[in-house]
């Protein structure tokens, strides 16, 4: 971010819980404020459940796809 901030550019981080649309909502709802609209958006989310892919159960395969992979909306 220092590089984008060395102009008169600025930029900020805000981490949220992709996998929460209050958290999601709630992290827009400070961009906006502080900036009044996104010109630039990088989205970097993911987990990992240490293991094979096919060792793994079901609830955390869903769980890595869920926050890895975009949805729908996306």
Known sequence: MA???????QAVA????????????????SVLE?????????????????GLAMAMKRADWDDVLGRTLPGPSC
């Open 3 to 9: 590089e984008i901030e060395g102009g008169r550019r």
């Open 14 to 29: 805000i981490p949220l819980d992709v996998a929460s649309e209050e958290s999601i909502k709630a992290g827009a709802k």
């Open 34 to 50: 502080r900036f009044g609209k996104v010109e630039i958006l990088v989205n970097n989310a993911g987990i990992t459940r240490d």
